[in-house]
């Protein structure tokens, strides 16, 4: 797809709990069977695993229309008499990991959660064109003004870790991903109701086997992914 696997790159979200990762890697050679036909590099993130101690943590992340300026646009449509719409961002979520048996067995989950009502102005442009149709102009006046294009994202992560041996390990993840947005046709010229809906859902199971004998790592994986990214129209009127 244009957008990547289940539209990462057309998300407002994110692929996964923020909480989760323990590290980025870049892999520029000897890629492993997994990556398929990658040419230049590769861009990973570690997820954390869970340790003989508890660990967790919380936070809660809020920003909206007046924590910052105003654009230069939304001046200018200030000075026309439209008021400047409101917008805000909401954003929390905790992890939290540990031992389910000492040095043997352990867990780690994660939770992400986002909401955010980004705001638009609706401002008609040259309505002077259409002198001949006394019922266009002012239909189009009158839906000027500011409309809101919501999201809500829900992200869970939770891994177990199992030592098997001392040359033996057993990992199994799970990723679910939901997502709602509504997003307009055309941010410059669609009105409310000419909407894009990128319902976007997403559920990731990974078990992973390694076994190291001498200087050899065999890794053996079996995954089930599912996904929904069928971006389609939401328009309910011409």
């Known amino acids: 797809l244009p957008s990547g696997v289940s539209g990462q790159e057309a998300s407002r979200g994110n692929p996964f709990p923020q909480s989760a990762i323990a590290e980025y890697k870049v892999i520029t050679q000897n890629y492993k069977a997994e990556f398929d036909q990658v040419s230049s590099a590769a861009i990973t993130a570690i997820t954390k695993s869970g ?13 909206g229309t007046n924590w910052r300026a ?24 905790f992890s939290l990991g540990g031992p389910i048996k000492q040095d043997a ?6 939770y992400d959660g986002k909401k955010i009502d980004d705001s638009r102005q609706v401002v008609p442009k040259n309505l002077d ?25 829900h992200l869970f992560f939770a891994k177990a870790d199992a030592q098997l041996g001392d040359d033996r390990n057993l ?18 010229l669609s009105l409310p109701g000419n909407d894009l809906d990128r319902t ?17 790592q065999f890794d053996t994986r079996a995954g089930y992914e599912k996904f929904q990214w069928n971006p389609k129209s939401s328009a309910t009127e011409p």
């Open 51 to 63: 340790t003989n101690e508890f660990h967790g943590d919380a936070y809660v992340d809020r920003t």
């Open 105 to 110: 067995l352990h867990f780690f989950v994660a």
């Open 200 to 216: 976007n859902d997403e559920t990731r199971l990974d078990v992973l086997h390694q076994w190291t004998v001498g200087p050899w």
């Open 171 to 188: 990992s199994v993840s799970l990723r679910v991903r939901k997502e709602t947005d509504t997003l307009p046709e055309n941010r410059d």
């Open 70 to 93: 105003k654009t230069v646009f939304e001046k200018e449509r200030e000075a026309d008499g439209v008021d400047l719409p409101s917008s805000s961002k909401y954003e929390g979520g």
């Open 129 to 153: 064109r259409f002198t001949g149709d006394v019922g266009l102009v002012p239909t189009l006046r009158a839906r000027q003004g500011s409309t809101v294009d919501p999201f809500t994202q």
